[in-house]
Structures are given as C-alpha cells and as structure tokens.
C-alpha cells in the first residue's frame, strides 16, 4: 500500500512539473530539507570537502552501501534502489556523498549532495541497527580506493551529467542515478600478488 502511494505521489509529480511550491515538498519528503537546486547550488562545500579529502587520503576510508529509495519502501527493488558512499576519517567522523536529480522526475539537473536527509538519515539508523531502509553495506574482495574514487567523482561533477532515475536499466549518454554514478567513480584498492619465498 505504501508503496502504491509512492507511485501515485510520483506520478502526481511529472503532471506538475512547473509548480515549484509542489516539487519542493516532493523533495522534502522523499529526498532533503533543501530543494534540488539548494543542494545544487551546495555543490562548491561537497567539492571542497572532497579536495579536503585528498590532502591525506591516507586518513579517510570509503564504504559503500545501498538503500530503499523511500523509507516506506519495506526491500530495495531493482527499479529503486539507492545508492551512496560513506566516508569517514580516523576520528570517526562520517559523511555521505551520493548523486542526486534536483526534481523529483525521470530525468533532471545531476548534482552530487552529501549528508542529504534521506542518506544520513538511513546510515544513522542502520548504525543503530533500527533499519527500515533496508540499508546494507556492500563488501568487496578489495577496499574502496579514497584517492582515485574521490578524484573521479570530482571528474564527474565538473562533467554536468544529468539525472536519469533508470540509467541503471537503460543506459543513456550523459546520464547517470546514484547507482550509475557509483559505478563509473569506484576505484578498488589493487591486490598484490602472492608470491612463493624461495627455501
């Protein structure tokens, strides 16, 4: 039923896609307090944390997870599932970064947002084990390289892609969602081969 909701509120939303009073409080339930062209407009901060980052990568570590797309959504489906990175430094201070539309429609402005309402609000209550957003790390054989990962989402900022919520699905040339931006910016820690000691 809730999910049913959602769909209707959504479709709701691509027949008002001129009335901004109604696309902000769309963007206030489902993504952040702050409307897609305020987390656009915010960018410059998630940049210069992220170059803040890369003065001593050596001090930071990615993870990476994945989340309903909605906190009334009872399991992530492959049509919507979310995205995002948590990066935290030695003293065990965290944030999220993750790829945003600035409208809720099937394709818009692309930014890259962090601590957004939605991200850190799930990450919090799945650290405290309440997880109604399905969130779940993802493990890999390899860490999350800080440094190349970092470098290449700052490429992908400077790139203006564009928001398509199915790019995940259907691929489109200068689009990405949150799981497609993950995607063409993870960069993996190389593993050195093991090697036999000679008796």
Not at 79 to 104: C, P
Request: include cysteine; glycine fraction near 4%.
């Amino acid at each position: 039923m809730k999910t049913l909701k959602f769909y209707g509120l959504f479709l709701c939303s691509l027949l008002f896609l001129s009335c901004a009073d109604f696309q902000a409080g769309l963007y206030l339930v489902f993504i952040d307090k702050y409307n897609g062209q305020e987390i656009k407009n915010n960018e410059p901060n998630v940049r210069a944390f992220l170059e803040k980052v890369l003065t001593s990568p050596e001090n930071y570590k990615i993870e990476l997870y994945k989340r309903t797309g909605i906190s009334s959504q009872f399991k992530r489906t492959k049509l919507l599932e979310h995205s995002f990175y948590v990066i935290s430094d030695q003293n065990g201070e965290y944030h999220t970064i993750s790829f945003y539309g600035t409208a809720i429609a099937f394709s818009s402005q692309g930014t890259w947002a962090m601590d957004s309402d939605s991200d850190l609000g799930s990450y919090n209550m799945y650290l405290k084990k309440s997880n109604k957003w399905d969130v779940t790390k993802v493990i890999t054989a390899n860490s999350i390289n800080v440094e190349g990962t970092v470098k290449n989402i700052l490429k992908k900022a400077d790139m203006n892609v564009y928001f398509y919520y199915k790019d995940h699905i259907t691929k489109k040339p200068n689009m990405n969602n949150c799981n497609t931006a993950v995607d063409e910016t993870i960069v993996f820690e190389e593993t050195t081969p093991q090697t036999e000691e000679t008796p």
